[in-house]
């Protein structure tokens, strides 16, 4: 299973509201450590949310590395044969300099 921030982001949202009223709660009793925790996770978890908007999905980023191996892989193709035919060009160049060259001596 993958992760996926767009279904955390709103889970993430309504744990930091609920432990900001825990938090408001919690100070109003005698514990002051209670409210404190609240008030921590509170932050916590609205980092996390800040975290995961910001971020770009994980399936996006793969998908986009996919896209460059294939592009990648296309242009080695096609560069092997552009260099097959520069060589074959070559050795029909070298054929007809050597029948020039052959022909006069006769």
Excluded: C
């Excluded at 509201?17 to 009793?29: P, S, W």
């Excluded at 592009?71 to 193709?77: A, G, P």
């Excluded at 560069?79 to 006069?104: I, M, N, S, W």
């Amino acid at each position: 299973m993958t992760f996926k921030p767009a279904i955390w982001y709103p889970i993430a949202l309504v744990l930091t509201a609920i432990n900001l009223a825990g938090a408001g709660f919690a100070a109003g009793t005698t514990e002051p450590w209670h409210a404190t925790i609240h008030a921590v996770l509170a932050l916590g978890f609205g980092l996390w949310a800040q975290r995961l908007r910001r971020a770009p999905g994980g399936s996006d980023v793969e998908a986009r590395l996919e896209a460059l191996e294939a592009e990648v892989s296309k242009q080695r193709q096609e560069l092997t044969e552009a260099q097959e035919r520069l060589d074959f060009t070559e050795r029909l160049l070298a054929q007809g300099r050597e029948a020039r060259r052959v022909g006069p001596e006769r």
